[in-house]
């Protein structure tokens, strides 16, 4: 199994940046492709960006195109979410998660909320 924890959420201005980590456990993290989930109070959970578990491969939605860049560090089980630009809309809770690249995630953390005021 495959245990996630992000951190790095806050509070932050729209306009400004924020880092997102996810720390995994597991022997097999390395084998997984890893990506982030967000989900606003009262809308349904949206799909952010996925990595390929070599990292030569990336993904992202349409709305997190040019702002936001996904990478992943296998020798520190740690996946990561830069934000820059960020808008009030980007304002949810955001997930980690891991599975097959581009499909359904098999395993999710318990989120990191980030609020981007204006």
């Known amino acids: 199994q495959v245990q996630l924890v992000e951190s790095g959420g806050g509070l932050v201005q729209s306009g400004g940046s924020l880092r997102l980590s996810c720390a995994a456990s597991?022997?097999?993290?390395?084998?997984?492709?890893m990506g982030w989930f967000r989900q606003a109070p009262g809308k349904e959970r949206e799909f952010v960006a996925t990595?390929?578990?070599?990292?030569?491969?990336?993904y992202y939605a349409d709305d997190m195109k040019g702002r936001f860049t996904i990478s992943r560090d296998n020798a520190k089980n740690t996946v990561y979410l830069q934000m820059n630009s960020l808008k009030p809309e980007d304002t949810a809770r955001y997930y980690c998660?891991?599975?097959?690249?581009?499909?359904?995630?098999?395993?999710w953390g318990q989120g990191t909320q980030v609020t981007v005021s204006s």
């Open positions: 998660t891991a599975g097959y690249y581009r499909k359904p995630p098999t395993f």
């Open positions: 597991g022997r097999t993290f390395s084998s997984y492709a």
């Open positions: 990595i390929s578990w070599g990292g030569s491969s990336t």
